[in-house]
């Protein structure tokens, strides 16, 4: 029983020391990326419209009430 604990625990570790070293891995791709074309996304009720690159999936900006007309309509 104890063990089994242990290996959970463990996994647990692996797993959030695996998302660290992706996010690590996408902050450096998102940081090096041009940002050539954006489009405008829907991030959720609490970021709402955000400018997206489409190469990296980095959120660049909020749009203002112009674009959202201009891009969406």
Do not use: V
């Amino acid at each position: 029983m104890l063990n089994d604990r242990y290996n959970d625990m463990t996994r647990a570790d692996d797993i959030n020391d695996e998302q660290k070293r992706l996010q690590t891995e996408l902050d450096e791709i998102q940081s090096n990326c041009k940002h050539k074309e954006q489009r405008i996304q829907w991030h959720g009720t609490e970021e709402g419209f955000r400018w997206t690159c489409t190469e990296c999936r980095a959120r660049l900006g909020y749009p203002s009430s112009t674009d959202m007309i201009q891009h969406l309509a």
